[in-house]
């Protein structure tokens, strides 16, 4: 399973884009890129996955250049509600599914 | 999408008893499931894979003489915290995959279980 790298912590305001990169050098080929989004004293859960190029779907867009070693979840006008801890994973779930957790990204979203 | 719940949300016990926790896959059949702990202010860590009807697989560190998984059927898997201390209270979460979605590689969490043991 491919090691992650996200930034500990980002700020931001209500109304703003805010983009979260994930630098994943040792990605595998068969591997898929999964952003989670986590509450305090919730489960995680499922926001995006992507393979190449770009995804988007109704909350957010995720990026990923064509050497697929990093990627970026972008969510636009994130609202108070956005304030959460946002996990990146890469694996190849085909064969088992098993999770790794990374630290992840403790998003805050201020007024 | 699939839902997995888990029962208790929240337990308290006694130091040296055992608690029980639940993780169902409500509407879709699951033959792996993982669980997880967490401790405040920190990630999610893979305690053990629950494969039904065998033994599960534990992550390095992890004792299968304490946290005992159970996963007699396709839609129930178990962990035990048994002989619980103080330093086993954290935020226990299930997942299961949902192999029947084809093309996505997505896991499907439960809300978690808080456990006190004091």
């Known amino acids: 399973l491919a090691k992650t790298t996200q930034p500990i912590s980002m700020d931001s305001y209500e109304g703003q884009e805010v983009n979260i990169t994930c630098s994943h050098n040792?990605?595998?080929?068969?591997?898929?890129i999964t952003w989670y989004q986590q509450f305090p004293s919730q489960g995680p859960r499922f926001i995006i996955q992507g393979y190449k190029t770009k995804v988007t779907n109704e909350v957010a867009s995720l990026f990923i250049p064509a050497d697929r070693k990093s990627s970026t979840l972008s969510l636009p006008r994130v609202s108070l509600s956005d304030t959460a801890v946002y996990y990146c994973?890469?694996?190849?779930w085909g064969g088992g599914f098993k999770t790794i957790f990374g630290a992840g990204t403790r998003l805050f979203v201020k007024a | 999408g699939a839902v997995v719940s888990q029962h208790p949300s929240w337990v308290i016990c006694k130091s040296g008893t055992s608690v029980k926790i639940e993780c169902r896959s409500l509407d879709f059949q699951a033959t792996t499931m993982f669980w997880y702990r967490q401790f405040p202010k920190q990630s999610l860590m893979l305690m053990a894979t629950s494969n039904e009807g065998s033994k599960a697989t534990y992550e390095q560190g992890v004792e299968k003489d304490k946290f005992l998984i159970n996963h007699a059927s396709l839609t129930l898997s178990t962990l035990t915290v048994t002989s619980a201390h103080p330093e086993d209270s954290s935020f226990y979460i299930c997942?299961?995959?949902?192999?029947?979605?084809?093309?996505?590689?997505?896991?499907?969490f439960g809300p978690g279980t808080r456990l006190t043991v004091t």
């Open positions: 997942s299961a995959p949902d192999p029947g979605l084809a093309g996505t590689y997505e896991q499907y």
């Open positions: 994973l890469v694996g190849d």
């Open positions: 040792n990605i595998a080929t068969n591997d898929y």
